[in-house]
């Protein structure tokens, strides 16, 4: 008699986006102006693997095809098919106009691209975060118009671009305004050179979901032994609202 093999679509980890200006108390719209494809090397991966992936409002679902680790026990669920040991997902993520003018953001992808990753260590008030703690102010660092920084108990902004060797304090109103409070918001330690990112694409930002490397447990996206979680890890990335 064969053996019969019973798989199911699972879901393998969660990505919400949080973003005030595309929030009512009903729904969130984000998803009407950022698209998320994913790259060459990842279109593979999913072939390969049986994985699929949705957007819809302000959600990044991952969805992976599974079978029961030690059947008859439903529980717990593993890939169907095996994963390779590096592992990465990688997301692109474009913007769109009304989207950059309403963010907090530099309007990235010339020179430098914004990457997220569950490699960081960013957890706040329990929610796990895929930006990197907000970067504080530096006088030895040049600045771009939209990025943020922090100083203190508040965040800063610059209004024009900011550079070291012009050696303007961040008190100096005629080039950074400062936003009160300090949230972890995508920020300056997000950007990075396209040549570090190197991604198969010009985009606003990539997100890296990296099965093996993260540096706090909690980011982990499948448990020993390739187990899936349940519930499925959810990440979150916050954008700084202009409005």
């Known amino acids: 008699m064969n053996e019969v093999v019973s798989t ?5 980890f969660s990505i919400k986006f949080v973003h005030p200006a595309y929030e009512t108390p009903q729904k969130s719209f984000i998803d009407q102006h950022i698209q998320i494809d994913t790259d060459i090397k990842t279109n593979e991966l999913f072939r390969n693997n049986r994985i699929k992936y ?13 079978t029961a680790f030690n059947p008859p026990a439903a ?6 098919v095996a994963l390779p040991s590096d592992l990465k997902i990688r997301f692109l993520i474009s913007s769109s106009s009304d989207f950059l003018s309403k963010t907090y953001a ?6 430098l691209t914004y ?3 569950n490699q960081v260590n960013n957890i706040d008030g329990g929610i796990k975060l895929l930006t990197a703690p907000v970067q504080t102010h530096s006088l030895a660092k040049d600045y771009m118009v939209g990025t943020l920084v922090k100083s203190g108990s508040n965040l800063f902004t610059p209004m ?11 008190t100096d109103t005629a080039f950074w305004k400062q ?11 997000d950007l990075e050179n396209n040549s570090a990112v190197n991604s198969s694409s010009i985009c606003f930002a990539v997100i890296d979901i990296h099965k093996t490397g993260t540096t706090n447990n909690s980011y982990k996206i499948l ?13 979150t990335i916050k954008f700084k609202s202009r409005v």
């Open 8 to 12: 199911i679509y699972r879901e393998l």
């Open 54 to 66: 949705r957007f819809n409002e302000n959600i990044l679902v991952c969805f992976i095809e599974t």
């Open 75 to 80: 529980e717990p669920k593993v890939p169907f």
């Open 106 to 111: 530099l309007a990235s992808g010339s020179v």
């Open 115 to 117: 990457r997220f990753s």
């Open 160 to 170: 024009k671009t900011v550079l070291a060797s012009q050696g303007i304090a961040i």
């Open 179 to 189: 936003l009160p409070g300090v949230s972890q918001v995508v920020n300056n330690a």
């Open 223 to 235: 448990n020993t032994g390739d187990k899936l979680f349940n519930p499925a890890p959810v990440f």
